[in-house]
């Protein structure tokens, strides 16, 4: 049988080859910005094959759950999922169609074999690591041959795999620098998720980067696990730490703004303290996750720092930068937390004045050492103390807000605003920013003066340059 017109494509120099059929792909993503930075990328693998990115589930030829494992809730809430995509499944296998479902990430990797027994109609299980083989296994899957389960560590990475990025990534994008997590945290799933450490060389890194500016990025996030231990390859062939690869990132002409996250205080080195006062497309804003405030609750989570050591930590950055704010990550009602351990982190919180927080109740996660532990903490205790923190948190994110009122702040745009007319961007500190304006400000970074503040936003004028 021969093709039809709008099934053939034409190349320049060679014969009329089979351009695939257009099919759609549904991705939803749970879980970090790497996550995030994983779904892009596999909407990238597949594009080739003719899959275009649709928000329809209904129609999807592939849906793509992209999963998150760090606690409880997000494998709960990766099953409600799948037993709300069951009955579109089936609707679409009565109009004589197919639609693929695939589990990806960490979900994935921790619970194959579950995913199987409770979602029998699942075709493909891929970890985070192996979602370069996204063709090969559409292809199996489509010649029958069962469940594709697709979990292990390969000993190729997949950065090497990739191809290039499909569509443009917007004024602010995300690049994965490094992967995995050797530091075993004794709350924490990633090392078994993600595996081992790895960093990917300076060189892809840098021309990933200068393609995402070419096609429209004026700010990149470097994302990774342990994004601080970063130890790559470097152009001049000798190791580079993130410190360096920062600096050569900031040779890209356009790049307005350079982030990094997440980082561990272990790993925060002196070449990177300095970074912050020498490289100024370097946001004063860094997201520092410390866990608690207590020393032996520290211990016991294995996160081999103090409280003590993370104040001087913070101390230097200031002292690199005085317009430094930080941002972190809180587990409450860990094993054995008490009330004296919760009231030095309420401590903390106020001694280094964060300005952002994530707190979490602990979750317990099977197979991680402190699921074992002896003391864990009760529910309600555990709501109690979470309700604090955050009460306390919010007190300060509104002072710093407020703060800002009356100032002048250099504002990234980077879409537009929810309604008519308006324009939205982000201050140097991770603030929704939203002002009256032309769309053509989009990629701009202009003064703005602060007028009004939201619940977690802020509002002003374009102020003149
Ligand atoms: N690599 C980063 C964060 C990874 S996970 C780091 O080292 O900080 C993101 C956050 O989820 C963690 O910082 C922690 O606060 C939270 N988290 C991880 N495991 C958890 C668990 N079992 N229960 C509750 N929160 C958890
Ligand atoms: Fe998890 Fe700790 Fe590794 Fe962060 S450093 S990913 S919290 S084990
Ligand atoms: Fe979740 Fe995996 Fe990220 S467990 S937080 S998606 S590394």
């Known amino acids: 049988m021969s093709l039809t017109e709008p099934d053939r494509l034409n190349t320049a120099d060679g014969p009329t080859v089979a351009k695939p059929k257009a099919k759609r792909v549904f991705i939803k993503t749970w879980g970090c910005q790497m996550n995030v930075y994983?779904?892009?990328?596999?909407?990238?693998?597949?594009?080739?094959?003719?899959?275009?990115?649709?928000?329809?589930?209904?129609?999807?030829?592939?849906?793509?759950?992209?999963t998150c494992h760090i606690r409880e809730k997000a494998t709960e809430k990766l099953f409600s999922e799948l037993g709300r995509l069951h009955p579109f499944q089936k609707a679409k296998a009565q109009r004589g169609e197919r639609m693929m479902v695939a589990v990806a990430g960490c979900v994935a990797q921790a619970e194959g074999s579950e995913i199987q027994r409770r979602a029998p109609f699942v075709d493909m299980v891929f970890g985070p690591q192996t979602y370069h083989q996204l063709p090969e296994m559409i292809a199996q899957v489509t010649r029958g041959a069962g469940l594709v389960l697709n979990t292990e560590f390969p000993s190729e990475t997949k950065f090497d795999q990739l191809p290039e990025e499909h569509k443009p990534p917007g004024v602010s994008a995300f690049l994965s620098v490094q992967e995995g997590c050797d530091k075993f945290?004794?709350?924490c799933v990633v090392p078994y998720t993600r595996g081992t450490e790895y960093s990917r060389p300076a060189a892809a890194i840098v021309a990933e980067a200068e393609r995402l500016v070419r096609n429209g990025a004026r700010e990149i996030t470097l994302l990774g696990q342990n994004v601080n231990a970063f130890h790559g390859d470097g152009c001049d062939g000798k190791p580079w730490d993130l410190a360096r690869l920062l600096q050569c990132l900031a040779e890209i002409p356009k790049l307005k703004r350079l982030r990094y996250t997440t980082s561990h205080p272990r790993d925060m080195k002196d070449t990177l303290i300095a970074a912050h006062s020498t490289i100024p497309q370097l946001m004063p804003f860094l997201h520092l996750p410390v866990q608690s405030g207590s020393d032996t609750i520290l211990e016991a989570m294995n996160r081999k720092h103090t409280s003590d050591d993370y104040r001087r930590l913070i101390d230097r950055l200031r002292s690199a930068r005085s317009d430094m704010a930080f941002s972190t990550d809180f587990i409450v009602g860990f094993p054995g937390e008490t009330d004296d351990d919760f009231a030095a982190t309420l401590k903390l919180v106020r001694d280094i004045g964060f300005t952002q927080a994530y707190t979490f109740k602990y979750s317990r996660r099977p197979g991680t050492p402190a699921s074992a532990m002896p003391d864990q903490i009760d529910a309600t205790i555990q709501n109690a103390r979470l309700a604090e923190l955050q009460s306390l948190m919010q007190e300060q994110q509104d002072a710093f807000n407020s703060a800002m009122i009356g100032t002048i702040m250099p504002v990234l745009f980077d879409r537009k605003g929810r309604y008519q007319g308006q324009v939205h961007g982000r201050t140097a500190y991770m603030q929704a920013v939203h002002v009256t304006a032309p769309e053509r400000i989009i990629s701009q970074e202009l003064p703005v003066k602060i007028e009004k503040v939201g619940l977690n936003s802020v509002s002003g004028q374009l102020a003149a340059a």
């Open 38 to 66: 994983d779904s892009n990328r596999m909407a990238d693998v597949i594009a080739p094959l003719g899959y275009m990115p649709t928000e329809d589930v209904s129609v999807a030829d592939l849906v793509i759950f992209n």
């Open 185 to 187: 945290c004794t709350f």
